[in-house]
T-cell receptor
Framework: EDQVTQSPEALRLQEGESSSLNCSYT??????LFWYRQDPGKGPEFLFT???AGEEKEKERLKATLTKKESFLHITAPKPEDSATYLC????????????FGKGTSLLVTP | GAVVSQHPSRVICKSGTSVKIECRSL??????MFWYRQFPKQSLMLMAT?????????EQGVEKDKFLINHASLTLSTLTVTSAHPEDSSFYIC???????????????FGPGTRLLVL
């Protein structure tokens, strides 16, 4: 069974304190690993798509990396406005373009 | 970037009534849209894949007679929750994928969600 597991479930950082969120996946035929940000009561906001091990993508304070078993979302010098739930999702070969989501990491950045 | 809209953003209804939720792709055509459901502090669970001009494909455990999906055009999919009950109260989110040309990044865009409360 395809599984996407995120850790930690919740993370509290001080402003400027860098850290990483983990997304491990056990899927048959990965076709893409997606990262989203979700604010309370809103739909997910697209961040990155990664396709192959070794790939990296960056956007402002965020950098996503991918290995054959997991993906990391590195947050460098976070700010309070980075507080949100971060979701990762896998697209697999037998699901068309539908996504299989992890449960998310709730990030709180305090001033 | 591409925009997906949903209407209404929130709805409160009585048990036994039906509720229709619209999902529109505003600046692109989407032959396939997806409907997800999200319970509090849970992740998104795929309910069904909506295909323009054909029947929707439902995930295991999702009642197709209860959650009616119609994808009448390349920019509109609707989800109707029939005979809604309190346990159907949830956050319903649609999405659409832009399938890129060669070398471009595949992106699945999500709507803002519809909060359904059934009393």
């Amino acid at each position: 069974e395809d599984q996407v597991t995120q850790s930690p479930e919740a993370l509290r950082l001080q402003e400027g304190e860098s850290s990483s969120l983990n997304c491990s996946y056990t899927v048959s035929g990965l076709r893409g690993l997606f990262w989203y940000r979700q604010d309370p009561g809103k739909g997910p906001e697209f961040l990155f798509t990664l396709y192959s091990a070794g790939e990296e993508k960056e956007k402002e304070r965020l950098k996503a990396t991918l290995t054959k078993k997991e993906s990391f979302l590195h947050i460098t010098a976070p700010k309070p406005e980075d507080s949100a739930t971060y979701l990762c999702a896998a697209r697999v070969s037998n699901s068309g373009y539908a996504l299989n989501f992890g449960k998310g990491t709730s990030l709180l950045v305090t001033p | 970037g591409a925009v997906v809209s949903q209407h209404p953003s929130r709805v409160i209804c009585k048990s036994g009534t039906s509720v229709k939720i619209e999902c529109r792709s505003l600046d692109f055509q989407a032959t396939t849209m997806f409907w997800y459901r999200q319970f509090p502090k849970q992740s998104l669970m795929l309910m069904a894949t909506s295909n323009e001009g054909s029947k929707a494909t439902y995930e295991q455990g999702v009642e197709k007679d209860k959650f009616l999906i119609n994808h009448a055009s390349l920019t509109l999919s609707t989800l109707t929750v029939t005979s809604a009950h309190p346990e159907d109260s949830s956050f319903y989110i649609c999405s659409a994928t832009i399938i890129p040309g060669q070398g471009a990044q595949e992106t699945q865009y999500f709507g803002p969600g519809t909060r359904l409360l059934v009393l």
